[in-house]
């Protein structure tokens, strides 16, 4: 392959982030690189602005298919930021299945990760591909810390996971249009599911809003992606988590108020998306490409907790860090493309569509911790 790492629609908001901060890492890793999307004048000022090495350009469009084989095909690792990946990532990975392009992204749409599993899983796995969803705050920090705690625990007895989100962050304009676009499918009954069978010794979670000792903050449960991730790592690595594990997420509030004033809103969206012209109203307030500044950005932080349960023994992680959505998820992102290009070299690398637990496992861990993520 000409390039070791292509970077798919960098020059997005996050993807922008993302290339910066490949560019600095690129003596200290040693790969060669590109940036790829729909404009190129666009993608030509990134690189010009970019500090460090300065990578080449792609002209790439999802509705050219041969445009996307032109840009896989000369990847050894296909990093993707184009979202809403619902719209735009289905011919991307089927790209990378016919040019065998390893490939990452940083969805957090379930049905588009169901939809990934289920229809390129076995494709993966016979062409020697490693395919991997969520590399990004969705769902690395979740599915880690749940991995680590389980480790932590009896292997012989039924396990009870808890993971609990705390952040002060906001969100950029693609993520906000994702989540809209997400919710009408939803509302509209076209998603894509992948039913996990559940342990019959496995421990029932009552998912539900209450008051939590164990993060002193109320609870509200989280119909995102991270469950689908951290539940399909467990089905598939039950030497590791166990074989009777259940396994919730929560997003912390630190006052009833505050609960209601985020489940409010959440709930009045999904009861209204399905109308044009509400989703209309709502998709005008936010311009693609932008997102918060690089001062808010500084400010924000998010902290994991997973607790977990085993009988009497009892274990907890936390994962802590920055900006989630874009400073930290940039930087998780690159890491865990090269933590790829390690297995690659060192012929460790497991194949099909996997979770990033299953793909980069504990290598990632150190990667993490020595760029400043707290995994403790």
Same mark, same amino acid.
């Given at each position: 392959?000409?390039?070791?790492?292509?970077?798919?629609?960098?020059?997005?908001?996050?993807?922008?982030?993302?290339? !910066?901060?490949?560019? &600095?890492?690129?003596?200290?890793?040693?790969?060669?690189?590109?940036?790829?999307?729909?404009? #190129?004048?666009?993608?030509?000022?990134?690189?010009?602005?970019?500090?460090?090495?300065?990578?080449?350009?792609?002209?790439?469009?999802? *509705?050219?298919?041969?445009?996307? =084989?032109?840009?896989?095909?000369?990847?050894?690792?296909?990093?993707?930021?184009?979202?809403?990946? *619902?719209?735009?990532?289905?011919?991307?990975?089927?790209?990378?299945?016919?040019?065998?392009?390893?490939?990452?992204?940083? $969805?957090?749409?379930?049905?588009?990760?169901?939809?990934?599993?289920?229809?390129? !899983?076995?494709?993966?796995? *016979?062409?020697?591909?490693?395919?991997?969803?969520?590399?990004?705050?969705?769902?690395?920090?979740?599915?880690?810390?749940?991995?680590?705690?389980?480790?932590?625990?009896?292997?012989?007895?039924?396990?009870? @996971?808890?993971?609990?989100?705390?952040?002060?962050?906001?969100?950029?304009?693609?993520?906000?249009? $994702?989540? &809209?676009?997400?919710?009408?499918? %939803?509302?509209?009954?076209? =998603?894509?599911?992948? /039913?996990? #069978?559940?342990?019959?010794?496995?421990?029932?979670?009552? @998912?539900?809003? !209450?008051?939590?000792?164990?993060?002193?903050?109320?609870?509200?449960?989280?119909?995102?992606?991270?469950?689908?991730?951290?539940?399909?790592?467990?089905?598939?690595?039950?030497?590791?988590?166990?074989?009777?594990?259940?396994?919730?997420?929560?997003?912390? /509030?630190?006052?009833?108020?505050?609960?209601?004033?985020?489940?409010?809103?959440?709930?009045?969206?999904?009861?209204?998306?399905?109308?044009?012209?509400?989703?209309? /109203?709502?998709?005008?307030?936010?311009?693609?490409?932008?997102?918060?500044?690089? %001062?808010?950005?500084?400010?924000?932080?998010?902290?994991?907790?997973?607790?977990?349960?085993?009988?009497?023994?009892?274990?907890?992680?936390?994962?802590?860090?920055?900006?989630?959505?874009?400073?930290? =998820?940039?930087?998780?992102?690159?890491?865990?493309?090269? $933590?790829?290009?390690?297995?690659?070299? *060192?012929?460790?690398?497991?194949?099909?569509?996997?979770?990033?637990?299953?793909?980069?496992?504990?290598?990632?861990?150190?990667?993490?911790?020595?760029?400043?993520?707290?995994?403790?």
């Amino acid at each position: 392959m000409r390039f070791d790492i292509v970077l798919f629609g960098a020059s997005g908001f996050t993807g922008r982030i993302t290339a !910066h901060y490949l560019a &600095v890492h690129t003596a200290t890793e040693g790969f060669s690189w590109a940036i790829a999307g729909r404009d #190129k004048d666009k993608l030509q000022q990134l690189a010009d602005s970019l500090l460090g090495s300065k990578p080449e350009v792609l002209v790439a469009d999802v *509705n050219d298919a041969a445009s996307l =084989t032109e840009m896989t095909s000369q990847a050894t690792v296909l990093m993707n930021a184009a979202g809403p990946f *619902n719209l735009y990532g289905r011919s991307v990975i089927e790209s990378c299945i016919q040019t065998g392009t390893h490939y990452t992204d940083i $969805t957090g749409e379930p049905s588009f990760v169901a939809d990934t599993y289920l229809a390129f !899983h076995d494709k993966a796995v *016979n062409k020697k591909l490693c395919i991997v969803n969520c590399c990004g705050f969705d769902s690395i920090p979740a599915d880690y810390a749940a991995w680590l705690t389980a480790k932590k625990l009896p292997a012989d007895r039924p396990k009870m @996971l808890k993971a609990y989100i705390r952040t002060n962050a906001t969100f950029s304009a693609g993520t906000f249009i $994702t989540a &809209v676009q997400a919710l009408h499918m %939803e509302a509209k009954g076209k =998603t894509s599911k992948v /039913r996990i #069978k559940r342990h019959p010794d496995a421990p029932r979670q009552k @998912l539900r809003i !209450h008051y939590s000792k164990d993060i002193n903050g109320w609870a509200i449960p989280m119909p995102v992606v991270d469950p689908h991730i951290v539940r399909r790592s467990i089905s598939r690595l039950p030497a590791e988590y166990g074989e009777a594990v259940s396994y919730a997420q929560y997003f912390v /509030r630190s006052s009833l108020w505050k609960v209601i004033t985020t489940v409010g809103p959440i709930a009045a969206a999904m009861a209204l998306v399905r109308f044009k012209t509400f989703r209309n /109203r709502l998709l005008s307030r936010f311009k693609p490409g932008t997102g918060p500044s690089e %001062e808010r950005r500084a400010k924000s932080r998010f902290e994991v907790i997973c607790t977990g349960k085993a009988g009497d023994k009892e274990a907890r992680t936390i994962i802590s860090g920055g900006d989630p959505g874009y400073n930290e =998820t940039s930087k998780i992102f690159s890491q865990a493309a090269f $933590t790829l290009l390690d297995r690659l070299k *060192n012929q460790t690398l497991p194949f099909g569509v996997l979770t990033p637990v299953e793909a980069f496992g504990s290598i990632l861990v150190d990667r993490l911790r020595r760029e400043g993520i707290n995994i403790d």
